[in-house]
């Protein structure tokens, strides 16, 4: 039975108004900012067209409140919430495969797969605890933008030197224990999906940097955990099986290494990410019509087409250069992003159009604000996907709280 975790929980209005600018308001900072003083070289989102977003076109009041709330409570970390026997200890990250359960014919014995289906019993208290913390900081660091009221950086910075930076309860930087499963596997390269979440924490540090208030021993501190957690993605087992999945995986440990190697100021592995989203990535992963066959393959195969196209997009914004938009880019074979844009646009206006099967859980809940919308949308200057963007939902229709997707404070993501 997974742990019980105790967090504040938004309302309804607070996620559906606040944040909406939380997303874009944070890498609008990063895109206008000044170059990371470690890098010798810029490292910039793609040029945009003319076509832009303004504060004044989101609500923002709402993201005020909700850091407000934020800065009345103390940071929580996974060292409040001790793994299982099988895990390795109260700093390291410990979760559960949430699609892997007991089989019926050996209760006691090894569980077995069950794609697309939530086992509500695996332990998710670290994974919980971890979105808590990403989006906390990333709201607190929105509302910190807004303002520039050093309230909401200090409790940003705080929450970062509770999770990168004091002894007592920081985490490993690693993820040797990422979805176990049960008589199976005691840790695997799958897991490293779970962060994820901490590339908008990354993305919030750069923009504290840049402005001088994560500075001292917290801006050191925090740069050397990823620098840590960057090595162990880059090197470790677990970290080259996820580097080289052929799916959604692979495409959310570019996310990663690209974002972290961008706070760093990593331009080796950063150069490394941008070379392997343009020759195995896309053209490996992308069909002529711009689907993706083995998110199709999948029990929810809308849900996990969606999954991707996100991450791609997000990738694309994170390791576009001046003299290298990759979202400008084709492959020899055709590929590229505009084309997978083209292809789900039309199921994403009307899910019942969707001529593949049906997803096994969350049909119909994908009514929120999607990245590659917003992203694809400025980066090609479609007015239509932006407006639609506008029109999400940022609570899903089955009531769970996720929040426009990866690159802004998010509290439950698509599995």
């Known amino acids: 039975m997974s742990a019980k975790v105790s967090v504040r929980k938004f309302t309804p209005l607070e996620y559906s108004s606040a944040i909406a600018l939380a997303a874009f308001i944070l890498f609008l900072a990063a895109c206008s900012s000044a170059p990371h003083p470690q890098q010798s070289t810029p490292l910039t989102q793609p040029a945009q067209s003319s076509m832009s977003l303004t504060v004044e076109d989101l609500d923002y009041q709402q993201i005020i409140a909700a850091a407000d709330i934020y800065l009345t409570q103390e940071p929580l970390t996974i060292t409040t919430y001790p793994p299982p026997a099988d895990g390795g200890g109260i700093h390291e990250y410990y979760s559960q495969a949430p699609y892997f359960w007991p089989n019926p014919k050996d209760p006691n014995g090894p569980y077995i797969r069950r794609d697309g289906y939530n086992n509500p019993n695996v332990f998710t208290a670290h994974f919980k605890v971890m979105n808590e913390m990403s989006v906390a900081v990333s709201t607190l660091t929105a509302a910190y933008i807004i303002t520039h009221n050093p309230q909401y950086a200090d409790k940003a910075i705080a929450w970062m030197r509770a999770w990168f930076i004091d002894p007592a309860t920081q985490m490993a930087p690693n ?109 490996d992963q992308m069909a002529a019509n711009g689907s993706f066959p083995l998110e ?50 039309p199921y994403l206006v009307d ?32 007015p239509e996907y932006v407006e639609f963007w506008k029109t999400g939902q940022p609570v899903s229709t089955n009531k769970t709280p996720w929040c426009d997707g990866i690159i802004g404070p998010t509290i439950l993501w698509v599995h």
């Open 175 to 283: 993820l040797q224990y990422a979805q176990v499963i049960k008589g199976v596997s005691e840790g695997r390269g799958t897991g490293i999906i779970d962060t994820h979440m901490l590339v908008k924490v990354a993305r919030s540090a750069e923009i504290l940097e840049q402005d001088d208030v994560l500075t001292g021993p917290d801006k050191t501190g925090v740069n050397k955990w990823f620098s840590e957690y960057l090595h162990w993605l880059t090197t470790s087992p677990h970290g080259k099986d996820e580097m080289n999945a052929k799916n959604n995986h692979g495409t959310f440990w570019l996310m990663q290494a690209a974002e972290f190697s961008r706070l760093v100021g990593d331009q080796t592995t950063f150069a490394f990410c941008q070379e392997r989203f343009m020759k195995v990535l896309l053209p």
């Open 296 to 345: 199709l393959a999948r029990t929810k195969p809308f849900g996990y087409s969606l999954f991707n196209l996100n991450a791609m997009c997000v990738d694309c914004w994170i390791l576009s250069t001046p003299g290298k938009n990759l979202f400008n880019y084709t492959t020899p074979n055709g590929r590229n992003m505009r084309l997978g844009l083209t292809f789900l646009y």
């Open 351 to 382: 899910q019942s159009k969707w001529p593949y099967k049906h997803d096994v859980e969350h049909w119909g809940a994908h009514s929120g604000r999607e990245d590659c919308l917003l992203l694809g949308g400025l980066a090609y200057g479609i």
